[in-house]
Nanobody
Framework: QVQLVESGGGLVQPGGSLRLSCAAS????????FTWFRQAPGKEREGVSC????????YFLDSAKGRFTISRDTAKTTVYLQMNDLVPEDTAVYSC????????????????????WGQGTQVTVSS
């Protein structure tokens, strides 16, 4: 059974940085993608960033471009979301999701239809 465990959330001042990690285990196939989602209070869940199985392709929410980077380790079992220049609007619960794809699937990669999800980690940006 696939398990995803996020860590790295916390309280940070505007302009600060955080690095989220998602440690994964239990995959039974060679190719799988990761996507970070976030959900702020009273708002719908939104996709933030997707990374392909090889790590060669990445996609970002428009508001995250230029500020966030996504990466995965060589064993492909941990994915990271480096968040810089954080603003209060980034405050949300961030969750890691995974599924058995080789590539982030077309226009669907930010749809919350992934098979595997972590429990989430809170990110609060406030002075």
């Amino acid at each position: 059974q696939v398990q995803l465990v996020e860590s790295g959330g916390g309280l940070v001042q505007p302009g600060g940085s955080l690095r989220l990690s998602c440690a994964a285990s239990g995959f039974t196939r060679n190719h799988y993608i990761f996507t970070w989602f976030r959900q702020a209070p009273g708002k719908e869940r939104e996709g933030v960033s997707c990374i392909s199985s090889s790590g060669d392709s990445t996609y970002f929410l428009d508001s995250a471009k230029g500020r966030f980077t996504i990466s995965r380790d060589t064993a492909k079992t941990t994915v990271y979301l480096q968040m810089n220049d954080l603003v209060p609007e980034d405050t949300a619960v961030y969750s890691c999701a995974a599924d058995y794809y080789q590539f982030c699937p077309g226009s669907e990669y930010f749809q919350p239809t992934y098979d595997f999800w972590g429990q989430g980690t809170q990110v609060t940006v406030s002075s």
